[in-house]
């Protein structure tokens, strides 16, 4: 039985979208945005979405809205480092249910050309 992820924070971020092409010729498109949690020690989270419908999870969420965010955390090695991401599949509004936006939860979607 796994464990779901959850944070709950309030927005204080949200990035411009990256987009690029893999070495294998696949393009790509990642989004990222940042909340700060009452966490004591290290508040701050930036959370990745990885893919053009993914990216648009986030569209209508109001800088200052308080969300909770559902994630998968994933590490790869890449010569010789291993580097993290923590790639939300769902963002609800805090006290609006109907907000809800999830994307179903994939093994990887990320492609291993990629060098970050």
């Given at each position: 039985m796994s464990k779901t992820n959850t944070e709950t924070g309030t927005l204080v971020s949200i990035l411009e979208t990256e987009s690029g092409e893999s070495k294998a010729g696949k393009s790509w498109t990642?989004?990222?945005?940042?909340?700060?949690?009452?966490?004591?020690?290290?508040?701050?989270?930036?959370?990745?979405?990885?893919?053009?419908?993914?990216?648009?999870?986030?569209?209508?969420?109001?800088?200052?809205?308080?969300?909770?965010?559902?994630?998968?955390?994933?590490?790869?090695?890449?010569?010789?480092?291993?580097?993290?991401?923590?790639?939300?599949?769902?963002?609800?509004e805090v006290g609006a249910v109907e907000s809800a936006r999830e994307i179903p939860a994939e093994t990887s979607d990320i492609d291993e050309d990629v060098p970050f």
């Open positions: 990642r989004r990222s945005f940042v909340i700060e949690t009452d966490a004591k020690y290290n508040p701050t989270i930036c959370f990745g979405l990885f893919g053009e419908e993914k990216c648009q999870m986030i569209e209508g969420f109001e800088v200052g809205a308080t969300i909770e965010v559902a994630f998968n955390i994933s590490s790869r090695e890449y010569n010789g480092k291993y580097y993290n991401d923590i790639n939300a599949w769902q963002i609800n």
